[in-house]
């Protein structure tokens, strides 16, 4: 059957390959900016360009899973940003930080849980499901935040992006915690080998009498759960709410996942490599930055890079 | 084994609709302890949907499943692991991605105390199901790099670690060389002392009376015989599952001498590491590519075809040297078929006849413009000429049985303008009735004057179908057998691994 073309390489190092393919491309960029960008190499900079990457690996890491069970949730964006807006009106209005997160994760979650019903339960393409969810996302922050910033929330929300513990930020701790907790689940659980088997082959399920709903569900829902965690940290970063705060961050988390060498099918792919993508991503809109890009060429590279990445990806398969 | 013992599983009047097709019609089966259970019947007769509904695929629509003698309901794929069914599919329920271990232990993994899978006893306990069956394998190993042979042992080892007491065989030896298929006998061997039931099903049937203790027949969804497989005859076998008197065999007749030479491959070495490779293959012409699976029959298909590159030599087309490239090839006039028929380029949505016009639109309308009489007389020709059983040219291909199918992708080259066919096991997965077709359908080719270069694991088929044969041994050519000296052991010898 397929004898022919994959026994040559054996499964694991074709995972570390593809990982290692993001590893070079970020020591290529890191190499590129220290020369072009000024100050890219300043240990200032190097910690931003790292805080910087924790809220889009809070989304990269779900999404990870996602993508392996060959879903895609492209709402993650705007709920973000919904969030924001939920969060900082709750913690307005309530004076309590727990309450805003509390609201905060319960929209998140609530859209993540929405996004995994309609497909697991409803068998409807994640692509549409979460097109859709997108819009509901964004339109509900506008009315939320009456189309502008909500300033004006607590100064101690501010720790969360500018605080630190044993000497390392604390967005930093929290993408390590949310790392941590994802690996152990994705390589140490029934769940984990579920969400390979989702996207590998979904009649092993079947036939091994597994039901293939609920777990499609808890990944969805996974991801709102880091996307709830990630407002926390754009809230406290931004001092506040926007509407349109991280509008198309799912698109640079989904890159970073490709980049990381996660495949779109047969469950290929894993974490290592989508935390070497984050970052690539993360050095790349840091370098133009610092070299004075506008956004809009950013988002050009970004997506320069993705199909360099996957181009690399094919002619690695092909070899 | 006695006939009054309760049986282990008994099937009893089960009947599946689907919409407008009556699936299975009142049949019954029992199965008891130790006892290997060939079911026999043409593609379509019932015996997948049958197997579906032992292991809770399918609910049946009437009919009763009983247990030890008990009624069972059997609804979901749950119900029919409790039962202690295992089947082991021809599409193989693997995951790419994940481990051997992990594999096995799918959806059961051994858990520690804080509800993490103890990955240890994991691939130990792993470890141990394999010796089982006298495989050492890494079990960390992602199943993806595992051959068709080494897949389908983790199927086994997954099975048996279930304790399956009813396992189902769908074919298992259909991918398999001889020496694997030994090697799976074995398996089945040990499993029947254990006690284990087996159904098998099996196209082939060396297997059923080598194997096999009793035989039950299916014919268009309906039961039809229960036999002592020590009782029946091929004969009757293939009577009672077609129905009628059939020719089993189809003879090779005289064909004419062979005429210039197609393909020639000289001194080959290809990255995907078959070594030195030189074969000649003459218009007119059925040569075999015979092995063992894995001692690369396959690469060597694949180096001619320019799909992958060599290193050394060159593969020369009617004189010409090939580029390697697959567009190239396929230019000059060479058709690769390959096993997978999942994989031979058919649109099975689209009807019989798009499916046939496909490759050779250029051919066919060389100013670009299609013309709808023209592609529809060439493809009511071709499926005259390759008696496609179709109801017409625009029934989807989907629709056709496994054989049918297979006509359409030789169809389908030969409106290319193909002149030299590689088939690459051209009856796996496909019914007795079909396969003399197929060989029909490979003797018309080169009589028409193409030439054929046939991989095939069955030995039989190749001493029966072809000329001459060429077989490889670990990504070598270990020789060449002429006619006279193509016996199945003579290709055997030449395969084997010495020592």
């Known amino acids: 059957m397929v004898e022919t073309m994959n026994s040559v390489a054996s499964g694991a190092r074709a995972r570390l390959g593809a990982a290692s393919g993001a590893a070079w491309l970020l020591v290529g960029l890191c190499a ?35 993508i392996l069970t060959e879903g895609l949730d492209l709402s993650m964006g705007a709920v973000l940003s919904l969030c924001t807006v939920v969060l900082a009106v709750v913690q307005i209005d309530s004076g309590s ?6 609201a905060a994760l319960a929209v998140a979650i609530a859209f993540g849980l929405f996004n995994g019903l309609l497909v697991a339960a409803f068998d409807l393409p994640p692509f549409v499901v979460t097109l859709g969810t997108l819009g509901a996302a964004q339109g509900l922050a506008l009315v939320a935040a009456e189309g502008r910033t909500t300033m004006g929330v607590a100064e101690g929300l501010r720790w969360f992006w500018e605080g630190g513990w044993l000497g390392l930020p604390v967005p930093l701790w929290l993408a390590a915690l949310t790392w941590a907790v994802i690996h152990v689940l994705l390589y140490h659980t029934r769940f984990g080998a579920r969400v390979f088997a989702l996207g590998g082959n979904r009649e092993a399920l079947r036939f091994g009498g597994i039901t293939v709903k609920w777990s499609l569900l808890w990944v969805y829902a996974l991801g709102g759960v880091c996307v709830g965690l990630a407002s926390l940290l754009l809230t406290a970063r931004l001092n506040g709410g926007h509407p349109t705060a991280a509008i198309g961050l799912e698109f640079d988390a989904i890159a970073a996942v490709a980049v990381g060498g996660t495949a779109f ?33 950013q988002v050009a590279a970004v997506g320069v890079v993705v199909i360099i990445a996957l181009w690399i990806d094919a002619a690695r398969g092909r070899a | 084994m006695t006939a009054d013992a309760i049986p282990l599983l008994e099937l009893r009047g089960i009947t599946k609709r689907f919409p407008g097709v009556l699936a299975l019609d009142d049949v019954s089966l029992t199965l008891h302890a130790g006892e290997v259970h060939m079911l026999m019947g043409e593609n379509g007769a019932g015996k997948s949907t049958l197997m579906k509904v032992l292991c809770g695929a399918y609910t049946a629509d009437a009919g009763q499943i009983l247990a030890d003698g008990q009624p069972v309901r059997v609804r979901h794929a749950a119900d029919a692991r409790a039962l202690g069914v295992a089947v082991i599919f021809q599409e193989y329920s693997l995951v790419p991605h994940l481990s051997i271990a992990h594999n096995i232990f799918l959806g059961r993994e051994p858990l520690n105390r804080l509800g993490l899978i ?27 790099g ?4 080494q897949q389908q042992m983790v199927e086994i080892a997954k099975a048996l670690s279930q304790n399956a007491r009813v396992l189902v065989l769908d074919e298992p030896t259909a991918a398999l060389s001889d020496r694997e298929t030994q090697r799976l006998f074995e398996v089945i061997g040990e499993l029947r002392r254990q006690g284990v039931a087996m159904v098998y099903i099996s196209h082939r049937m060396d297997e059923v009376f080598s194997l096999g203790d009793r035989v039950t027949v299916l014919r268009d969804g309906k039961y039809v015989a229960t036999l002592r497989a020590g009782d029946a005859t091929p004969d009757e076998l293939v ?35 078959i070594r030195d490779v030189s074969l000649k293959v003459h218009a007119g012409e059925i040569v075999g590519l015979s092995g063992l699976v894995g001692s690369g029959r396959t690469e060597v298909a694949r180096a001619i075809f320019g799909a992958d590159k060599l ?41 019989v006849c798009d499916n046939l016009l496909l490759a050779g639109l250029k051919r066919l309308f060389p100013s670009n413009l299609y013309q709808p009489g023209r592609g529809h007389a060439e493809g009511r020709r071709r499926i005259a000429q390759l008696r496609i059983a179709t109801p017409g040219p625009r029934t989807p291909v989907q629709s056709l049985s496994g054989g049918n199918q297979q006509k359409v992708v030789i169809g389908k080259w030969l409106v290319a303008g193909t002149r030299l066919f590689i088939f690459d096991e051209p009856t796996r997965g496909i019914d007795v009735g079909a396969k003399e077709e197929i060989f029909r359908q490979i003797d018309e080719l080169v009589r028409q004057g193409c030439a054929v270069l046939m991989i095939s694991s069955e030995l039989g088929e190749v001493v029966r179908v072809c000329d001459r044969a060429y077989v490889m041994k670990e990504r070598a050519l270990a020789g060449e057998l002429g006619r006279d000296q193509l016996t199945e052991a003579n290709l055997l010898k030449l395969a084997m691994h010495h020592g």
């Not at chain 1, 930080?97 to 509390?102: E, K, M, Q, S």
């Not at chain 1, 991503?281 to 004075?292: A, D, E, I, K, P």
């Not at chain 2, 595992?146 to 042979?149: D, I, K, N, S, T």
Request: charged residues 15%; contains cysteine; positive net charge.
């Open chain 1, 97 to 102: 930080i727990v309450l805003g997160l509390a």
């Open chain 1, 265 to 297: 099918e047969r469950g290929k792919g894993g974490l290592t490599g989508t935390v070497l993508g984050v970052l690539a991503v993360g050095v790349m809109r840091n370098g133009l930055n610092l070299m004075s890009m506008p956004s809009s060429v």
């Open chain 1, 32 to 66: 590129v900016f220290s020369v072009l960008a000024p100050g890219f190499l300043s240990g200032a900079n190097l910690v931003n360009v790292l805080l910087q990457a924790t809220i889009l690996l809070l989304l990269a890491l779900p999404m990870t899973l996602i």
């Open chain 2, 239 to 273: 009577t009672l599952m077609v129905g009628r008197k059939v020719d089993m065999s189809y003879h090779r007749g005289e064909r004419p001498a062979p005429g210039e030479c197609l393909l020639e491959v000289r001194g080959v070495s290809a990255v995907n590491g």
């Open chain 2, 118 to 144: 103890d990955q240890a006893r994991m691939h130990a306990q792993a470890r141990a199901v394999l010796a089982r069956l006298n495989l050492d394998l890494d079990t960390q190993r992602e199943v993806q």
């Open chain 2, 311 to 351: 290193t050394a030599g060159e593969v020369r087309f009617a004189g010409q040297p090939l580029r390697s490239s697959p567009t190239h090839a396929r230019q000059l006039g060479l058709g690769l078929i390959p096993e997978s028929r999942k994989q031979q380029g058919l649109a099975l949505m689209r009807t």
């Open chain 2, 146 to 149: 595992l051959g068709v042979a």
